[in-house]
């Protein structure tokens, strides 16, 4: 029984990460569901943070293109520049930790497993009701997802299938909303994005499970996003991946 800080897809935006862990709640260990770096202006920084702190890892779509394990040819224009700056600029040693990163899906706990995609594929999105109707969990009641940059999920009660996702409006403050988890369920959870939200809310995204509670708590972190887009800039990679923080798509 334990508490396990849930983060994924950090993608190189050290100020993002940052903000996340000074703001997180007491926890025992951290699980990251992948893409550490990718698009972001840091990849070193937010690759070593992570690691330091790390307990359980599965690599995402974006950490094998930047460790060159596949090519790029299936990314758009604008991730695969991103891919291949952050793959020069990543040290040696942390080219070859990334290298290693393993494959999802992993089971840290009992009853729950994490993946970055999904079960059956660490590159295919879950973002629909049918999208998670077709998961192959199997009957582990609880799967950490990400991969999407949506924050929330997906619970089944009794073959009836329902959207989990924040239905307080965004402010420009922290925020944290609660889901108890029913012992009958089947969930998948997305904890957002720390570090390239898409979910419309520009704030960086985590989540917390409380195993012996059962409750999942999401949360929302404003942080310095000048501070991220310029990163992004000097390293002359595209705008587009400097704006799109600001808008939170
Ligand atoms: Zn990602």
Not at 131 to 144: E, K, N, S
């Amino acid at each position: 029984m334990a508490r396990i800080l849930l983060i994924s897809d950090v993608h190189g935006n050290i100020e993002a990460l940052e903000a996340s862990l000074a703001a997180a709640p007491s926890h025992d260990h951290i699980w990251n569901l992948g893409d550490i770096v990718g698009y972001g202006g840091a990849p070193n920084q937010a690759l070593e943070l992570c690691r330091s702190l790390g307990t359980v890892f599965v690599r995402g779509n974006h950490d094998k293109a930047c460790a060159g394990l596949v090519s790029t040819d299936d990314f758009n224009p604008v991730a695969a520049v991103s891919a291949h700056w952050t793959r020069r600029e990543l040290s040696a040693e942390n080219l070859a930790w990334l290298t290693a990163l393993p494959q999802g899906p992993a089971s840290p706990a009992k009853r729950c497993q994490i993946v970055h995609g999904s079960p059956a594929n660490e590159d295919e999105y879950i973002l629909s009701l049918h999208d998670a109707r077709h998961a192959p969990v199997g009957d582990i009641p609880v799967t950490f997802f990400g991969h999407t940059h949506v924050q929330g999920g997906f619970v089944d009660n009794n073959h009836h299938w329902s959207e989990l996702y924040n239905e307080q409006p965004t402010t420009q403050e922290m925020q944290r909303w609660d889901l108890p988890l029913l012992a009958q369920a089947r969930y998948l959870i997305n904890p957002g994005s720390v570090g390239q939200p898409r979910d419309g809310d520009w704030r960086a995204a985590f989540a917390l499970w409380d195993s012996a509670a059962q409750t999942v708590s999401y949360y929302r972190v404003p942080y310095d996003i000048a501070r991220a887009q310029q990163r992004i800039r000097s390293a002359g990679m595209p705008e587009w991946l400097a704006s799109r923080l600001g808008k939170g798509r």
